[in-house]
């Protein structure tokens, strides 16, 4: 008994943990944020160099040991992306803007789809798509969730709803993959329009709710 009860203990502690670190990432990430919106007098490497000198982000890092410390760069690296377009937009002036499966756009299309593709995308048990870096990704489609398993034979889950006007939203549940579980809370919602069907493709337009971050990706029928 004596056992089980430390077990869970423990566990609610984790738990406790995780979710400590994950909003104190977050609020790091909202005042570093601020750091950017507010010098756009500078130039980018002059805000950047801010950014890597604020005595905040110095602090945050002393509660982590040398071995944790590349995991949590990389956890900021990749949720700063998500939660902060100043920094977005910084990133992509020093990276290729575009390529042939992932367009950055500006402002939302209107769905020209018609309702035979639409269905077909719509019923499709299986899908995949190349990342920004031309790699493959399933994904399966099972009791309404979206599951995509990655190259490196990690996974991500995640919930699928579909919305009227061709729309559709995913969830987030869960996810092994580094990128994505940093990149991601649970139950953060993500946008989407299937927007045509060219060739062998669909055009999906992903975005966030305030359609600050605007995208669309090539989706195939497997």
């Given at each position: 008994?004596?056992?089980?009860?430390t077990y869970i203990l423990f566990l609610i502690c984790?738990?406790?943990?995780?979710?400590?670190?994950?909003?104190?990432?977050?609020?790091?990430?909202?005042?570093?944020?601020?750091?950017?919106?507010?010098?756009?007098?500078?130039?980018?490497?002059?805000?950047?160099?801010?950014?890597?000198?604020?005595?905040?982000?110095?602090?945050?890092?002393?509660?982590?040991?040398?071995?944790?410390?590349?995991?949590?760069?990389?956890?900021?690296?990749?949720?700063?992306?998500?939660?902060?377009?100043?920094?977005?937009?910084?990133?992509?002036?020093?990276?290729?803007?575009?390529?042939?499966?992932?367009?950055?756009?500006?402002?939302?299309?209107?769905?020209?789809?018609?309702?035979?593709?639409?269905?077909?995308?719509?019923?499709?048990?299986?899908?995949y798509y190349f990342d920004y870096e031309g790699n493959?990704?399933?994904?399966?489609?099972?009791?309404?969730?979206?599951?995509?398993?990655?190259?490196?034979?990690?996974?991500?889950?995640?919930?699928?709803?579909?919305?009227?006007?061709?729309?559709?939203?995913?969830?987030?549940?869960?996810?092994?993959?580094?990128?994505?579980?940093?990149?991601?809370?649970?139950?953060?919602?993500?946008?989407?329009?299937?927007?045509?069907?060219?060739?062998?493709?669909?055009?999906?337009?992903?975005?966030?709710?305030?359609?600050?971050?605007?995208?669309?990706?090539?989706?195939?029928?497997?």
């Amino acid at each position: 008994m004596k056992y089980y009860l430390t077990y869970i203990l423990f566990l609610i502690c984790s738990i406790s943990f995780s979710q400590n670190i994950d909003e104190k990432r977050d609020i790091l990430i909202h005042n570093l944020c601020n750091i950017l919106s507010k010098n756009k007098n500078l130039n980018d490497l002059e805000r950047i160099n801010l950014v890597n000198q604020d005595v905040s982000l110095i602090k945050y890092f002393k509660v982590f040991s040398k071995d944790e410390i590349q995991a949590e760069e990389e956890a900021i690296f990749y949720r700063f992306q998500k939660n902060c377009k100043e920094y977005t937009d910084i990133i992509k002036k020093f990276s290729e803007k575009n390529n042939e499966n992932w367009i950055t756009l500006e402002n939302l299309p209107k769905s020209t789809i018609n309702d035979k593709d639409y269905n077909l995308v719509k019923s499709a048990s299986e899908l995949y798509y190349f990342d920004y870096e031309g790699n493959k990704t399933i994904v399966k489609i099972e009791d309404n969730n979206w599951i995509e398993y990655f190259i490196d034979e990690s996974f991500s889950k995640l919930k699928l709803y579909w919305i009227k006007n061709n729309d559709f939203n995913l969830e987030f549940l869960e996810s092994n993959n580094s990128m994505k579980k940093s990149f991601s809370r649970k139950r953060e919602i993500y946008q989407h329009r299937v927007l045509s069907k060219e060739n062998n493709y669909y055009w999906i337009a992903s975005y966030t709710k305030d359609l600050n971050n605007i995208v669309k990706f090539k989706l195939y029928i497997q």
